[in-house]
């Protein structure tokens, strides 16, 4: 993860305004109501977290990038919005939230990493909360690189973690 963590810091200094909204936020956003509480899981430059603040929610964003981190509440944080420099595997709060969402955040973690996060995220997440995930699959150019975090016999994963814990659509 700290080879991770060196990489994005490298790419936010360089790119450290937030840009546009993904198609996944704005996706997300169809089911979520005005002052909906979303904890986001890796955010990045925070350009999702901004637009669901934007859009009414009250947003707690996580990233390991000290400086971008730094840089976003200066700059952004409001009464709907803050940040901050934490290890989201880590994380949890006696807040619970109507929504967690992680987009592209959980290919950069391991087998007991994932395992812990997803045992905090159902402490984290309000009965009939939202969790809301977007993940690279077969068809992106990086499918197949990097280590696998579980085998495909066995079971276990996110797949078998959802399907027991939280009604997959």
């Given at each position: 993860m700290l080879k991770d963590r060196n990489y994005w810091s490298a790419f936010y200094a360089k790119n450290q305004e937030p840009f546009e909204h993904s198609l996944f936020a704005t996706f997300c956003l169809k089911y979520f109501k005005k002052d909906f509480s979303i904890l986001e899981l890796g955010c990045g430059n925070g350009r999702d977290a901004l637009?669901?603040?934007?859009?009414?929610?009250?947003?707690?964003?996580?990233?390991?990038?000290?400086?971008?981190?730094?840089?976003?509440?200066?700059?952004?944080?409001?009464?709907?919005?803050?940040?901050?420099?934490v290890d989201f595997c880590n994380f949890l709060d006696d807040k619970k939230y109507d929504g967690i969402y992680s987009r592209f955040t959980l290919h950069s973690i391991s087998k007991d990493q994932q395992d812990k996060l997803f045992n905090n995220i159902s402490c984290l997440l309000k009965e009939k909360g939202l969790l809301c995930i977007e993940a690279r699959g077969k068809k992106n150019s990086l499918f197949g690189k990097g280590e696998r975090v579980v085998n495909n016999n066995g079971g276990g994963g996110i797949a078998s973690f959802l399907k027991s814990t939280f009604a997959v659509f």
């Open positions: 637009f669901f603040a934007k859009k009414g929610c009250k947003v707690k964003a996580l990233d390991l990038c000290e400086n971008e981190i730094r840089f976003l509440n200066d700059n952004y944080k409001n009464e709907n919005l803050e940040f901050f420099c």
